[in-house]
């Protein structure tokens, strides 16, 4: 493990809407940053660097809106992705927020995080994935959870869709597919797969007044594009003056 420089982007986590000095200082901040972007560094630009700094800037947006520990919301939403290589290597068997959690435990040991900080973080670390059993409960986890599903829909989360198939060599658009009859990481798991699957379900798995908030206006935008790409690729349904521009 490389030790935090100079080099680490930290400017980036106060750029944007969102000012200010880091909530666990710059110099934790940093450390943090540069754990998260060695582990990240390889997932590219689906689950990598970037993604941790959008989910960290909008997990402090919102844990500012509701008067969040933004000390451990930082800590989380910067750890909070560093299992998914694993996940990636074992094509899905193992789930990367608790092999995640497990990871950041010994990370925050290291760094002398106090025992009620280390619980915290690790539960919003463990109940931030989607599909796992863990259920958010405190109000940090409620915030990271949003923020993390935030980052997967809007025109950010079709970017990502699309990274992801790529990723995994599948096609571009698979019109008509009977998601029963597909499976993850295959050819047929494009990104309009994603957004049956999972994104068009997102808005409706918001905890956070927020996170709702954002996340209707970023479905609305998915349902476009969407309903686009099939048109450029089949053309339209029917010819008429309503759907023909
Ligand atoms: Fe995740
Ligand atoms: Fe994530």
């Known amino acids: 493990m490389s030790s935090p420089n100079a080099d680490t982007p930290l400017a980036s986590?106060?750029?944007?809407?969102?000012?200010?000095?880091?909530?666990l200082g710059r110099e934790l901040t940093a450390k943090?940053?540069?754990?998260?972007?060695?582990y990240c560094q390889a997932e590219g630009g689906c689950h990598g660097p970037d993604h941790?700094?959008?989910?960290?800037?909008?997990?402090?947006?919102i844990?500012?809106?509701?008067?969040?520990?933004?000390?451990?919301?930082?800590?989380?939403?910067?750890?909070h992705d560093i299992g998914r290589s694993h996940e990636m290597l074992s094509r899905g068997k193992i789930c990367h927020a608790t092999k995640g959690a497990?990871?950041?435990?010994?990370?925050?040991?290291?760094?002398?995080?106090?025992?009620?900080?280390?619980?915290?973080?690790i539960h919003c670390i463990e109940a931030h994935r989607y599909r796992n059993k863990k259920i958010p409960e405190t109000l940090e986890a409620k915030i990271l959870f949003d923020a993390d599903k935030l980052d997967s829909i809007g025109a950010i989360g079709i970017g990502?869709?699309?990274?992801?198939?790529?990723?995994v060599g599948a096609r571009l658009h698979n019109r008509g597919v009977d998601v029963k009859k597909t499976r993850s990481y295959s050819t047929e798991d494009t990104a309009y797969r994603e957004f049956l699957v999972k994104l068009c379900k997102i808005k409706d798995k918001m905890?956070?007044?927020?996170?709702?908030?954002?996340?209707?206006e970023r479905h609305e935008f998915m349902e476009v594009f969407f309903k686009r790409l099939d048109k450029e690729i089949h053309g339209s349904p029917r010819?008429?003056?309503?759907n023909s521009q």
């Open 160 to 167: 990502r869709a699309f990274l992801f198939a790529g990723q």
């Open 13 to 23: 986590l106060s750029s944007g809407p969102l000012q200010g000095e880091p909530p």
């Open 207 to 216: 905890l956070t007044p927020e996170g709702k908030r954002l996340a209707a």
């Open 52 to 61: 941790t700094e959008r989910v960290h800037n909008l997990a402090l947006h």
């Open 32 to 38: 943090l940053l540069a754990i998260s972007h060695e």
């Open 102 to 121: 497990e990871m950041s435990r010994t990370i925050l040991k290291g760094l002398e995080f106090s025992q009620e900080m280390q619980d915290a973080i």
């Open 63 to 79: 844990g500012r809106l509701m008067n969040a520990r933004l000390d451990i919301l930082s800590a989380a939403a910067l750890l």
């Open 239 to 242: 010819n008429t003056p309503d």
